[in-house]
């Protein structure tokens, strides 16, 4: 979107991450060789990350509004008609083509759609301090480092400026009794205890207990309504991808959005819109449980197997390898979407084959042909000027005629020169009813 010098500006960058029990080192890996630009974990709070995001929809004339609630709406066939309370306490009657609920884990648009919000209230209380930490620790200052203690798991996330983030989950709960914030004193203690002495916390910024849910919803749309983000779906944030899997919600739905209100495709494409983000948050609610649960194992013998089996895996480089990757979602892919065709379509095409953004997004989102034949592939183009970007790129491998969503995803993947193949997708595009 044209945001990413200001986000690598503002945020720090962790080149690995590595889990131990007391002094004792289990595991660790490395991003330096995940397959991305950005071979790095960017940590940077999430306050920052709103500022840059509203700074950068400011540059488009966008205002973020506050203090307006969102309390009544209704869909008609061709519009949604939605009411507004402002700070002031004044209504205001909106009348929108589509809407789309990004308000978060309690949102009133899923409640109001009349979804289920299936899942489970996780048992263990949680903790967050943001903190400066001082001291003899020997952790380094670029990466996670993740203690598996026998009362629950303890994380330091190094940010920018010199401070650090601790998260810690506490295998006894207090049975959802609400409990008042951590002091200095507490988060002190704790690290004492689970990473052990010559720690030094001070400098709180945010203290909080917090508590773990993990839903989702089966549908992300009705009609002309949408949810996006925790709105969605919501879980531990083991593994932190809770904002970047609402992010990508939004961007699948973004470009299907736009080629539709353009008039380019068929409104048929939104309804690609739940399968292919209802199978990626399932995955990632799945992972997240799953580390969660590890990491918060109860039983003794449990916790010297896990503890065990992890020295063992990580050993290998292989292994080290594919847990950097999974933090970084960039192996998620849609290959048993309804806009996936052919073999080995539907994963990111690599970023090998283009600089910055992939090429088929911006302003006005269109897929991107790959051929090994320039000018045929220019002539078929310009027979679909809104969906398909005129410039062809040559494919990378010859052999294969690929067609790239403007998301980065493969859409098509056909035998070189198959032209009746890419003509019978672009036309499965626009096709209504
Ligand atoms: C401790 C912790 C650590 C985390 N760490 C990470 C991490 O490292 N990486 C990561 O990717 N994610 C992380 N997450 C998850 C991340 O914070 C969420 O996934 C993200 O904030 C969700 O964004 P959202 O916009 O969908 O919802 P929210 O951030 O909840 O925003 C919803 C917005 O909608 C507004 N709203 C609600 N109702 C209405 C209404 N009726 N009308 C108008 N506005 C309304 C709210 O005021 C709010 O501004 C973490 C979460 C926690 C709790």
Not at 69 to 79: K, N, V
Not at 152 to 175: D, E, H, Q, Y
Not at 208 to 221: D, M
């Amino acid at each position: 979107m044209g945001c990413t010098p200001a986000f690598l500006e503002n945020g720090l960058h962790c080149h690995g991450a590595s889990f131990h029990n007391g002094k004792t080192v289990l595991g660790h890996h490395r991003f330096d060789n995940v397959a991305s630009p950005y071979n790095f974990g960017l940590m940077i709070p999430q306050v920052d990350t709103e500022r840059l995001l509203i700074e950068h929809l400011q540059s488009f004339g966008v205002t973020v509004e506050r203090q307006v609630e969102l309390t009544l709406f209704g869909e008609a066939p061709d519009h949604v008609e939605a009411r507004l309370k402002h700070a002031d306490g004044h209504e205001e009657a909106v009348q929108t083509s589509w809407l789309i609920g990004c308000d978060g884990a309690h949102s009133t648009l899923r409640n109001g759609l009349g979804f289920s919000f299936e899942g489970v209230t996780d048992p263990s209380d949680w903790l967050l301090a943001d903190i400066r930490l001082e001291g003899d620790h020997q952790t380094p200052s670029d990466q996670i480092a993740a203690f598996l203690h026998p009362d629950g798991p303890f994380a330091l996330f190094p940010m920018a400026k010199g401070r650090t983030r601790i998260i810690a989950g506490f295998s006894k709960s207090s049975g959802g009794k609400s409990k008042p914030n951590p002091t200095l004193q507490d988060v002190q203690d704790l690290t004492d205890k689970r990473v052990g002495r010559g720690w030094l916390v001070t400098d709180p910024v945010w203290l909080a207990n917090f508590y773990i849910n993990e839903r989702k919803v089966s549908e992300y749309s009705k009609g002309r309504i949408f949810l996006a983000g925790d709105a969605a779906h919501i879980h531990s944030p083991a593994g932190g991808q809770g904002m970047n899997t609402g992010m990508q919600d939004s961007i699948n739905l973004a470009w299907k959005l736009a080629l539709v209100v353009r008039e380019e495709a068929s409104p048929r494409l939104l309804d690609t819109y739940t399968p292919e983000r209802s199978e990626v948050g399932a995955k990632v609610l799945h992972n997240a449980t799953l580390m969660t649960e590890l990491g918060t194992l109860k039983s003794p013998i449990a916790q010297a197997t896990r503890d065990a089996v992890m020295r063992f895996m990580f050993g290998f480089h292989s292994v080290q390898e594919r847990e950097a990757t999974s933090f970084t979602e960039i192996e998620l892919d849609y290959s048993q979407g309804l806009l996936t065709v052919g073999a080995r379509a539907g994963g990111r095409f690599s970023p090998r084959y283009y600089d910055g953004p992939p090429p088929g997004i911006g302003n006005k989102p269109r897929f991107v042909l790959f051929t090994s034949d320039y000018e045929q592939g220019a002539a078929f183009a310009s027979r679909f000027p809104g969906l398909l970007d005129p410039t062809p790129r040559i494919s990378p491998d010859r052999k294969r005629l690929l067609l790239v969503r403007p998301d980065g995803y493969v859409g098509l993947s056909a035998t070189d020169n198959d032209w009746a193949a890419a003509e019978e997708y672009l036309r499965q595009l626009v096709i209504t009813g």
